[in-house]
């Protein structure tokens, strides 16, 4: 089965540094992709990682651990259009191809 | 040009009346996908297609009918919706179904519906 978890509400102050966590368990693996999501759009891409380790891209950075099936999104320097859903995905592979499966996504507030 | 656009922005329709929702990309992108979004919840996978052809269908009702007329294009024919189906629906492309690289999905910005 596929099973992703991540917290549902996190809140941080506007220049400060925020984690969100994101487990999985899935019956195959083939990378881990962040998103963001502003209420009411789509989402767009922020990072992915497909070995062990962190993988940083100026204000954000992601870390996945294979063994344990974790990853977390690093959000540097908060500012307010920081405030936004943040969609873990897994990437998967079947007879058909690529399967993305998402996680219920993490609601983040920034305050001033 | 990394940009996927989608027709209309906003539906509303009553549970008989038939409606398309269009998507369409110009990035060469060969595998395109449907996602249905429920308010505060992550999107969920409807339809994959790869080259032009129905590669993937997660148990989608029949009133929800996909067509890929050409590699540029996706529609969503709709159908006797019910008001549960009321949500965004989200297009996605990528470069191909079998990608062997960190290639992502990019999405379109949706089209929110409201089945009355």
């Known amino acids: 089965g596929q099973n992703i978890d991540q917290p549902t509400e996190m809140t941080a102050t506007e220049g400060a540094i925020v984690q969100i966590n994101c487990t999985y368990q899935?019956?195959?693996?083939?990378?881990l992709f962040w998103y963001q999501q502003h209420a009411g759009e789509a989402p767009t891409f922020l990072s992915y990682n497909v070995l062990d380790g962190l993988e940083e891209k100026g204000r954000f950075s992601s870390f996945l651990s294979r063994s344990k099936g974790y990853s977390y999104l690093l959000l540097k320097e908060l500012q307010m259009k920081d405030s936004a859903s943040y969609l873990c995905?897994?990437?998967?592979?079947?007879?058909?191809?690529?399967?993305?499966?998402f996680g219920p996504g993490t609601r983040l507030s920034v305050l001033p | 040009d990394t940009e996927v656009t989608q027709t209309p922005k906003h539906l509303v329709m009553g549970m008989t009346n038939k409606k398309s929702l269009k998507c369409e990309q110009h990035m060469g992108h060969r595998a395109m996908y449907w996602y249905k979004q429920k308010a505060k919840k992550p999107p969920e996978l409807m339809f994959v297609y790869s080259y032009e052809k129905l590669s993937i269908n997660e148990s989608v009702p029949s009133r929800f009918s996909p067509e890929c007329p050409n590699s540029s294009l996706l529609n969503l024919h709709l159908h006797a919706l019910q008001p549960e189906d009321s949500a965004l629906y989200l297009c996605a492309s990528s470069l191909q179904l079998h990608p062997t690289s960190s290639e992502t999905q990019y999405f379109g910005p949706g089209t929110r519906l409201l089945v009355l």
């Open positions: 995905a897994v990437r998967d592979f079947d007879n058909y191809g690529q399967n993305f499966v």
């Open positions: 899935t019956s195959g693996f083939n990378g």
